[in-house]
Structure formats: structure tokens, C-alpha cells
């Protein structure tokens, strides 16, 4: 007799978990509310990856330097600016990728991004491979509104930077891979 009333009880404990299940994820953010709440809150979010173009580097050693750029950028965003990190999750994890013609380049956005108060981290390299040991090889900055970032890296216009025109000439917009 027991048994059966076991049986009972949880049937319905389950079908109840069920139901606020489905409940609580109707009420759940749509992708428009999610999409406007970045737009709102937080601007265009993006990680901006600038990568020392004078050292050679191989496509892959590209790719694990901006690697450690990202998720140094990451971890100190997440510690410093923990609302941002989740609006930049929510919005996609945009990046972007940039050259720098020279390590003089890097060290300049790297203080501006420091004066700025802007979440950043500078790789330099351990040397196993292609680079000398304690190369600067790239700077990540963000994840930050673009529209703050050109307020405080001096770039003339937003529509300006997407063309590759910037307050640093030498810092272009320009795709570091080509996949075709």
C-alpha cells in the first residue's frame, strides 16, 4: 500500500517541477529583449585584440597569442567589471583584431587603455618557439562599448575606426587571418 502512494507522490512532485520549469522559461530574456538590453545598458561590446605585426608570427602562434590575450582580458574584467563580462556574454562575445605596425604602438594604447580605466592585458611571450623570450606580442582591451573606447583612444569616428582610420595611424582595422 505504501508503494503505490511513493509512486503517487512522485509523479506529482515531478509533474510540479515540470510545470515551473516550463513556467519560469517562458519568462526567461527572448533574444530582442537580450539584444536590446546590450544595446541600452552597454553599447556595441567588444574584445579588441591589437597584435604586434613586426615579429613574423606564424597563424597559429597568432591565434594562441590572442588566446592569451582573451582570456587574461576575461579574467580581469570578470574580477573588476563583472556586469559588463555578462552583457558581453549575452551579446555574443564580439572580438575584433587589429595590427600594430611596432612594440612602440602596443605600449602606447596599452597606457592609454590603463589611463582610461578600460579592463586589458598585455602577452608577452615565453620564447619556446618564434619569438625571444619577453616579446610584447598582443593587447587585449575590453570587453568594453566601442563607443568607449573611441572616447578614450582619441580615434576620430566610429564609422572612421570600421574603415581603419584611427588617432594611432599606424593601428588598422584590417583582418589578421585570411581564410580564403
Known amino acids: 500500500m505504501e508503494y503505490g502512494h511513493s509512486v503517487i507522490q512522485a509523479l506529482f512532485t515531478a509533474g510540479i517541477s ?40 606564424s597563424k597559429g602562434k597568432v591565434a594562441a597569442q590572442c588566446s592569451h590575450a582573451t582570456l587574461g582580458c576575461y579574467r580581469n574584467a570578470l574580477e573588476n567589471c563583472p556586469q559588463v563580462v555578462s552583457a558581453w556574454e549575452l551579446c555574443g562575445e ?4 587589429l595590427k600594430a605596425p611596432d612594440y612602440e604602438t602596443l605600449n602606447k594604447l596599452q ?10 592585458c ?13 616579446s610584447a606580442t598582443v593587447l587585449g582591451i575590453g570587453p568594453v562599448s566601442l563607443t568607449k573606447l573611441l572616447e578614450n583612444s582619441n580615434c576620430i569616428k566610429h564609422s572612421k575606426l570600421v574603415k581603419g582610420v584611427c588617432a594611432f595611424p599606424s593601428v588598422q582595422y584590417t583582418p589578421v587571418f585570411r581564410w580564403w
Not at 597606457?111 to 586589458?120: E, I, S, T
Open 18 to 57: 515540470f510545470c515551473l520549469g516550463w513556467f519560469f522559461c517562458k519568462k526567461s530574456a527572448s533574444a530582442k529583449s537580450v539584444s536590446k538590453i546590450c544595446q541600452s545598458v552597454t553599447g556595441d561590446l567588444k574584445l579588441v585584440l591589437v597584435v604586434r605585426n613586426d615579429l613574423g608570427m
Open 122 to 134: 598585455l602577452i608577452h611571450d615565453a620564447g619556446h618557439t618564434q619569438v625571444p623570450s619577453g
Open 111 to 120: 597606457k592609454a587603455a590603463g589611463n582610461a580605466g578600460l579592463p586589458h
Open 94 to 97: 564580439k572580438k575584433i583584431a
